[in-house]
Nanobody, 124 residues
C-alpha cells in the first residue's frame, strides 16, 4: 500500500511563489511516476504536472508550463511542485498521485494512489 501526504499549500498574492511537497510511503514508491493534479471550486480535477522517478521525463499542462516545475528527492520519498508567478486561476486543491509502473501519464485514471490534497489560494 502507498500513502501520500501533501503539504505546503496556503494563501499567496498573485505573482508569488509556493512549493508543494508530497511525502510518499510504501514499497517501491520511489520508483513510481508521480503526478500533480488540481481541482478548483465547481470544476473537475485537472492535470498539472507529472514526472518519472528518474526526473528525466516531465509533462506539464499548458496553463502552468514555464511557471511550475515538478521534481523529486527519491532519498526522501518526496515529490515537489514549485510554483512561480501564481495567478488567481491557480487557486485549487492540489493533489499528488502515484502510478504503478514506469510510464509517466497525464490522465487521472492512470494513477493508483492519491493524497488528500492541499489548498492553494492566490489572491488578486
Amino acid at each position: 500500500q502507498v500513502q501520500l501526504v501533501e503539504s505546503g499549500g496556503g494563501l499567496v498574492q498573485a505573482g508569488g511563489s509556493l512549493r508543494l511537497s508530497c511525502v510518499a510511503s510504501g514499497r517501491a514508491v520511489n520508483t513510481y511516476p508521480m503526478g500533480w493534479f488540481r481541482q478548483a471550486p465547481g470544476k473537475e480535477r485537472e492535470f498539472v504536472a507529472a514526472g518519472s522517478w528518474t526526473g528525466g521525463t516531465a509533462f506539464y499542462s499548458d496553463s502552468v508550463k514555464g511557471r511550475f516545475t515538478i521534481s523529486r528527492d527519491n532519498a526522501k520519498n518526496t515529490v515537489y511542485l514549485q510554483m512561480h508567478s501564481l495567478k488567481p486561476e491557480d487557486t485549487a486543491v492540489y493533489y499528488c498521485a502515484a502510478r504503478i509502473g514506469t510510464v509517466v501519464a497525464t490522465t487521472q485514471t492512470s494513477y493508483n494512489y492519491w493524497g488528500q490534497g492541499t489548498q492553494v489560494t492566490v489572491s488578486s
